[in-house]
């Protein structure tokens, strides 16, 4: 996959792509990142990409000029298909699934934006939708850009090494991932629950959707309004719904 990033501060993108499981799919060619300075499209001595807003009010606001001609530059080095998306506080919630319908395509442009936002005409003229990462306010668009990336590259073929990580872990089920554990058995008088010692795969099985069931009826209720449950799931959630939801799992 193929992935371009509109931004003022390129090194801040490929500084943070070096690290971990996508760094390690770069190094093997299962994506590409790049970057676009919108600086470069400029024709003055101080490389000017931002201007007050009309109207007036606190803050600048990224010229239409520079951003448009990165925008269509880093577009033009994409496969044909690939959407341009804006990273912003008024976007649509980026979540798990519309991370697998990123990791479908061939290629992605992210446009990170700076300052008090970017001009309207660019994201009538220069975007075809908008993501937001949360509910509160950033310096800029990279760290979200880096977000994007890191959920739609783990979704990548061969870039986990085991592909059932991206299957079994948080959200992939519409619910909260259940606790995890490894060596020693016993950590400062806290064990290992028994049931992940026993061999028997289907209680592990049992155990690991009734934690992960519980966590999110404790942390998460309004995941549970747009799950896709199994019968098995169905029948656990009943049984801590019938218990008051006391259920609520080693916490992580």
């Not at 934690?211 to 998460?220: F, G, K, N, Y």
Request: charged share 25%.
């Amino acid at each position: 996959m193929k992935i371009e990033v509109v931004t003022l501060f390129p090194r801040m993108i490929a500084g943070a792509l070096e690290f971990g499981v996508i760094g390690r799919a770069i190094a093997r060619g299962l994506l590409s990142v790049g970057t676009e300075d919108p600086r470069t499209h400029t024709s003055d001595v101080h490389r000017t990409v931002d201007d007050r807003p009309y109207g007036g009010g606190p803050g600048m606001v990224m010229k239409p000029e520079p951003l448009m001609a990165a925008i269509r530059a880093a577009h033009a080095r994409l496969p044909g298909g690939a959407p341009r998306v804006v990273l912003c506080a008024q976007g649509q919630p980026f979540d798990q699934a519309q991370a697998q319908e990123l990791a479908q395509l061939p290629g992605l442009l992210l446009i990170a934006g700076r300052y008090e936002g970017i001009d309207e005409r660019v994201i009538a003229l220069g975007s075809d939708r908008q993501l937001s990462i949360g509910d509160y306010v950033l310096s800029g668009g990279e760290l979200p850009a880096l977000t994007v990336i890191d959920a739609v590259a783990r979704l990548l073929p061969g870039v986990l090494g085991d592909e059932r990580s991206s299957v079994e872990e948080s959200f992939a089920a519409g619910l909260l991932d259940w606790p995890h554990y490894t060596r020693p058995e016993i950590f400062e008088g806290e064990a290992v629950p028994a049931v992940l010692l026993s061999g028997d795969h289907a209680g592990i099985q049992r155990w690991r959707l009734q934690q992960a069931l519980a966590r999110t009826v404790h942390r998460r209720p309004d995941l549970l309004r747009k799950a896709q449950l199994s019968d098995q799931a169905r029948r656990l959630l009943n049984e801590i719904e019938a218990r008051g939801g006391k259920d609520r799992g080693k916490q992580k």
